[in-house]
């Protein structure tokens, strides 16, 4: 059987006839012998034509619509299939549905797309087993191509090669070797052909690395067959490439060929590649050399038809024995899919293999895809490359330069040069794609496997999967994670170790990640030995208590030097312990009760992992000292002279703190700017930061002091009251008085009076003086025409308070 094969890169200028009546009919016929030698180009045209007799034939419509849609003119197609679509009231054309699904689909109207799918199954689901298949398949490709719409990779930019490379006819195939960039294109003339606007062929060009483009030297470009397809061994001494001939104006048959590259850098004589590669009755094409690692031999990719594939045109390989001697194609199954899969290309750098395939989850038509290589030669990971290297047209020929920064590919995408710009049909242009390499968050969280628990002290090494060589390694004793920056656009294996443990390895990859990406990943280590776990606590707030220091000592050999841990930050340790060895651990921090403890490891019960959670306590409430509290200006009792009250201090906190907003618009008023946003912030941080916090920690205080005091301990707790100077120094000494009257008050008052029996029994006794303004700083304002300064102002604030100033054991 002939191949039939797409050639993506095929432009063929039109089908002419002589006609002597410009006739709808004339046109029709002339339409349908184009149609007979698949010139889709010119049966578009001529129906085009056709259909200027009358605009509402729906025959014509569709036959113009499927043509268009085979010379890739989307937006005439799906012009036509509407228009079908609107005329056909009896069903005549159940396909149309489908096809108008599949052109809005290549012009990347996603929503548009699935829902002619959803409505081709929902009416003709089943007549047609391939398209209802296809259908549903789209469907999931639409809503994918939906979700990425917003996800475009933002370090690579894809530009047009221009119009020095580019042309209204196809270029493709470009490959870029030691500076050179080789490509085909199918502007030449195919001079065999004596008639008028004959079919084009294509040709061999290089820009060298000066930027002269012109016709690769030599003979390979000497035939009137279609030259194409340039691939390079690894060591440079031979180019493959493919020979095609036309079977009609669509479709072509190739073979594959090879020329050795002489010493002087000309082409040696052609070679047809031998063995099984060219098989008769098939099409064998595009072929790229790689490197299988355990045979220690290049590959040859290429794409053929031939049959024992997944379908369509699929892509095989064989192994290169010697130059002579080329293994039996294999299909290449574990890329392959009922679809067309082309233009493979093997990148040795990355171990990646990447190609172009209308088979998978897609933007629409052919998507180029990567797919990683393992150690075995199996292909794994299939990913599609995204946006901007894939759009909703097709996009092919996707080769890569051996550092990774920079591709070129081809594409019929909305910017390539139109052969007919009326019904924008066609054409392949080249594109640069440029990458950029940036750094990519990795973090390697470790873990006990037998337990779950976070594992510290691990090791975490990162090596290049392709060169072996070890790029970065930390060890993490506090925490568990391992944070690293790694270059994008690599493959790493990831080895995490750690002693009395099995190592965990992973491979992690930076391909395809975007610049806001983090990974992250979990390695899991087998235990071999007993391994102790402790976590620090503050025993009052059951609070993770960091800043311990903790010393491990080997009491069975007393020669071994003390294990002394410190975590600043975090409140877990681990440590190794030997078998059947007797430890003594100690913890400590300052202001806090050491704690000791034994541990046998001849236990039983002290295998695998030991868990000690430690929680200490503060021994000194003068921690918890000084409490300092603000009161609103004269208060309590305002205007008295008493030097006592009945007020707690809760009933002058609550309403001074609903002062605020009065407190920061008083003293920010006649200011403007910068300097009013400041004024009013600075009082907004002293009555959440010092009056409401220094209430809260009253409440903390009396607290600890009643838990005290239930266990035995006697305390004398000193108490002071302040004024800010706007009164008289007598007067502010009485009210300072009151204060601290208020405060004696609270203490009373708290927890339903949970304090008076101490208070009578005397284990506890209250000690105060009043400083009223003579503490007050010399700067502090007492005009009373500027009550901004000496009432609201947050420095006055800060002098109206009494204070908890310390607390001493009595017994």
Same mark, same amino acid.
């Not at 975490?460 to 920056?485: C, Q, Y």
């Given at each position: 059987?002939?191949?039939?094969?797409?050639?993506?890169?095929?432009?063929?200028?039109?089908?002419?006839?002589?006609?002597?009546?410009?006739?709808?009919?004339?046109?029709?016929?002339?339409?349908?012998?184009?149609?007979?030698?698949?010139?889709?180009?010119?049966?578009?045209?001529?129906?085009?034509?056709? #259909?200027?007799?009358?605009?509402?034939?729906?025959?014509?419509?569709?036959?113009?619509?499927?043509?268009?849609?085979?010379?890739?003119?989307?937006?005439?197609?799906?012009?036509?299939?509407?228009?079908?679509?609107?005329?056909?009231?009896?069903?005549?054309?159940?396909?149309?549905?489908?096809?108008?699904?599949?052109?809005?689909?290549?012009?990347?109207?996603?929503?548009?797309?699935?829902?002619?799918?959803?409505?081709?199954?929902?009416?003709? @689901?089943?007549?047609?087993?391939?398209?209802?298949?296809? $259908?549903?398949?789209?469907?999931?490709?639409?809503?994918?191509?939906?979700?990425?719409?917003?996800?475009?990779?933002?370090?690579?930019?894809?530009?047009?090669?221009?119009?020095?490379?580019?042309?209204?006819?196809?270029?493709?195939?470009?490959?870029?070797?030691?500076?050179?960039?080789?490509?085909?294109?199918?502007?030449?003339?195919?001079?065999?052909?004596?008639?008028?606007?004959?079919?084009?062929?294509?040709?061999?060009?290089?820009?060298?690395?000066?930027?002269?483009?012109?016709?690769?030297?030599?003979?390979?470009?000497?035939?009137?067959?279609?030259?194409?397809?340039?691939?390079?061994?690894?060591?440079?001494?031979?180019?493959?490439?493919?020979?095609?001939?036309?079977?009609?104006?669509?479709?072509?048959?190739?073979?594959?060929?090879?020329?050795?590259?002489?010493?002087?850098?000309?082409?040696?004589?052609?070679?047809?590649?031998?063995?099984?590669?060219?098989?008769?009755?098939?099409?064998?094409?595009?072929?790229?050399?790689?490197?299988?690692?355990?045979?220690?031999?290049?590959?040859?990719?290429?794409?053929?038809?031939?049959?024992?594939?997944?379908?369509?045109?699929?892509?095989?390989?064989?192994?290169?024995?010697?130059?002579?001697?080329?293994?039996?194609?294999?299909?290449?199954?574990?890329? @392959?899919?009922?679809?067309?899969?082309?233009?493979?290309?093997?990148?040795?750098?990355?171990?990646?293999?990447?190609?172009?395939?209308?088979?998978?989850?897609?933007?629409?038509?052919?998507?180029?895809?990567?797919?990683?290589?393992?150690?075995?030669?199996?292909?794994?990971?299939?990913?599609?490359?995204?946006?901007?290297?894939?759009?909703?047209?097709?996009?092919?020929?996707?080769?890569? @330069?051996?550092?990774?920064?920079?591709?070129?590919?081809?594409?019929?995408?909305?910017?390539?040069?139109?052969?007919?710009?009326?019904?924008?049909?066609?054409?392949?242009?080249?594109?640069?794609?440029?990458?950029?390499?940036?750094?990519?968050?990795?973090?390697?969280?470790?873990?006990?496997?037998?337990?779950?628990?976070?594992? #510290?002290?691990?090791?975490?090494?990162?090596?290049?999967?392709?060169?072996?060589?070890?790029?970065?390694?930390?060890?993490?004793?506090?925490?568990?994670?391992?944070?690293?920056?790694?270059?994008?656009?690599?493959?790493?294996?990831?080895?995490?170790?750690?002693?009395?443990?099995?190592?965990?390895?992973?491979?992690?990859?930076?391909?395809?990640?975007?610049?806001?990406?983090?990974?992250?990943?979990?390695?899991?280590?087998?235990?071999?030995?007993?391994?102790?776990?402790?976590?620090?606590?503050?025993?009052?707030?059951?609070?993770?208590?960091?800043?311990?220091?903790?010393?491990?000592?080997?009491?069975?050999?007393?020669?071994?030097?003390?294990?002394?841990?410190?975590?600043?930050?975090?409140?877990?340790?681990?440590?190794?312990?030997?078998?059947?060895?007797?430890?003594?651990?100690?913890?400590?921090?300052?202001?806090?009760?050491?704690?000791?403890?034994?541990?046998?490891?001849?236990?039983?019960?002290?295998?695998?992992?030991?868990?000690?959670?430690?929680?200490?306590?503060?021994?000194?409430?003068?921690?918890?000292?000084?409490?300092?509290?603000?009161?609103?200006?004269?208060?309590?009792?305002?205007?008295?002279?008493?030097?006592?009250?009945?007020?707690?201090?809760?009933?002058?906190?609550?309403?001074?703190?609903?002062?605020?907003?009065?407190?920061?618009?008083?003293?920010?008023?006649?200011?403007?700017?910068?300097?009013?946003?400041?004024? $009013?912030?600075?009082?907004?941080?002293?009555?959440?930061?010092?009056?409401?916090?220094?209430?809260?920690?009253?409440?903390?205080?009396?607290?600890?002091?009643?838990?005290?005091?239930?266990?035995?301990?006697?305390?004398?707790?000193?108490?002071?009251?302040?004024?800010?100077?706007?009164?008289?120094?007598?007067? @502010?000494?009485?009210?300072?008085?009151?204060?601290?009257?208020?405060?004696?008050?609270?203490?009373?008052?708290?927890?339903?009076?949970?304090?008076?029996?101490?208070?009578?029994?005397?284990?506890?006794?209250?000690?105060?003086?009043?400083?009223?303004?003579?503490?007050?700083?010399?700067?502090?304002?007492?005009?009373?025409?500027?009550?901004?300064?000496?009432?609201?102002?947050?420095? $006055?604030?800060?002098?109206?308070?009494?204070?908890?100033?310390?607390?001493?054991?009595?017994?």
């Amino acid at each position: 059987m002939n191949l039939r094969i797409k050639i993506i890169s095929l432009i063929l200028l039109g089908f002419c006839v002589s006609l002597t009546a410009q006739t709808k009919k004339a046109w029709l016929e002339a339409a349908e012998i184009a149609l007979e030698d698949k010139d889709f180009h010119s049966a578009t045209e001529f129906f085009k034509t056709a #259909l200027e007799f009358d605009t509402a034939d729906i025959t014509v419509l569709a036959a113009s619509a499927d043509a268009a849609k085979n010379f890739n003119a989307y937006t005439f197609a799906s012009d036509k299939y509407e228009r079908v679509l609107e005329l056909d009231t009896e069903n005549e054309y159940p396909k149309t549905q489908f096809y108008l699904a599949e052109m809005y689909q290549k012009l990347g109207r996603y929503e548009e797309a699935k829902t002619q799918y959803e409505l081709y199954l929902s009416e003709y @689901n089943g007549e047609d087993e391939y398209l209802s298949l296809r $259908a549903g398949k789209e469907i999931e490709a639409c809503t994918w191509a939906i979700e990425q719409q917003d996800q475009e990779y933002d370090y690579i930019t894809v530009e047009n090669a221009g119009s020095e490379i580019n042309t209204p006819y196809s270029e493709f195939g470009a490959y870029k070797v030691d500076g050179d960039l080789y490509y085909s294109s199918l502007r030449f003339e195919n001079q065999k052909e004596d008639v008028y606007d004959p079919k084009k062929i294509s040709k061999l060009l290089k820009v060298n690395s000066e930027g002269v483009n012109d016709l690769l030297e030599g003979e390979i470009n000497g035939s009137n067959s279609l030259v194409g397809h340039t691939a390079f061994n690894m060591n440079k001494t031979r180019v493959y490439y493919t020979l095609c001939d036309y079977i009609n104006t669509y479709d072509i048959t190739c073979d594959i060929f090879y020329r050795p590259l002489l010493d002087d850098g000309q082409l040696g004589n052609a070679v047809r590649v031998p063995g099984n590669i060219n098989q008769e009755g098939s099409t064998s094409t595009q072929p790229a050399l790689g490197y299988d690692s355990q045979l220690g031999r290049e590959v040859l990719y290429f794409v053929s038809d031939r049959e024992g594939g997944e379908g369509k045109l699929d892509i095989w390989y064989s192994v290169i024995q010697s130059d002579t001697d080329f293994g039996e194609p294999r299909n290449l199954s574990s890329v @392959n899919t009922g679809e067309n899969e082309l233009s493979p290309f093997w990148h040795a750098d990355s171990r990646t293999f990447f190609f172009s395939s209308e088979g998978y989850l897609g933007f629409g038509g052919f998507d180029v895809y990567s797919a990683d290589s393992m150690e075995d030669g199996s292909l794994v990971n299939i990913t599609n490359l995204g946006s901007p290297v894939n759009t909703s047209y097709n996009d092919l020929y996707y080769t890569l @330069n051996d550092e990774g920064s920079e591709a070129f590919m081809s594409s019929n995408r909305i910017g390539s040069q139109y052969l007919e710009d009326q019904v924008e049909a066609c054409c392949y242009d080249i594109y640069r794609v440029d990458i950029e390499e940036f750094e990519v968050p990795f973090n390697a969280l470790t873990f006990n496997k037998t337990t779950g628990d976070s594992l #510290l002290m691990v090791t975490v090494r990162v090596i290049d999967a392709v060169t072996g060589e070890e790029i970065a390694s930390l060890t993490n004793p506090d925490e568990n994670d391992h944070i690293f920056m790694l270059p994008s656009q690599k493959d790493y294996i990831v080895i995490a170790e750690r002693n009395g443990f099995s190592s965990d390895t992973i491979n992690v990859s930076t391909k395809n990640v975007r610049k806001d990406e983090e990974i992250i990943k979990k390695l899991y280590l087998d235990q071999e030995i007993t391994i102790l776990d402790i976590t620090t606590f503050d025993s009052e707030t059951n609070a993770d208590l960091s800043g311990v220091t903790i010393i491990l000592e080997n009491l069975d050999d007393p020669s071994k030097i003390d294990v002394i841990r410190f975590n600043e930050l975090g409140n877990d340790f681990q440590f190794e312990l030997d078998p059947c060895t007797k430890y003594r651990v100690t913890a400590f921090k300052d202001g806090f009760e050491s704690q000791t403890f034994l541990i046998d490891t001849c236990d039983p019960s002290s295998q695998g992992t030991i868990k000690k959670e430690l929680f200490m306590g503060k021994p000194n409430l003068n921690i918890y000292l000084p409490v300092t509290l603000y009161f609103d200006n004269d208060y309590p009792d305002p205007r008295s002279r008493n030097m006592y009250t009945l007020s707690n201090y809760s009933e002058t906190y609550y309403p001074y703190f609903a002062k605020k907003e009065e407190f920061k618009q008083k003293y920010s008023e006649g200011m403007s700017g910068d300097l009013k946003y400041s004024a $009013a912030q600075n009082v907004d941080f002293f009555f959440e930061d010092d009056v409401k916090g220094e209430f809260n920690k009253m409440q903390i205080f009396f607290d600890k002091l009643l838990e005290r005091l239930r266990n035995g301990d006697s305390f004398e707790v000193a108490i002071r009251g302040f004024a800010s100077p706007k009164s008289t120094n007598k007067y @502010n000494l009485a009210l300072g008085q009151r204060r601290v009257y208020s405060l004696r008050n609270e203490l009373r008052d708290f927890a339903s009076g949970a304090f008076e029996q101490y208070l009578n029994t005397g284990q506890l006794i209250l000690s105060d003086v009043s400083y009223g303004e003579e503490l007050a700083p010399s700067g502090i304002s007492d005009s009373n025409s500027n009550v901004t300064k000496s009432i609201y102002s947050v420095e $006055a604030s800060k002098e109206r308070k009494a204070q908890i100033v310390s607390v001493r054991k009595l017994n």
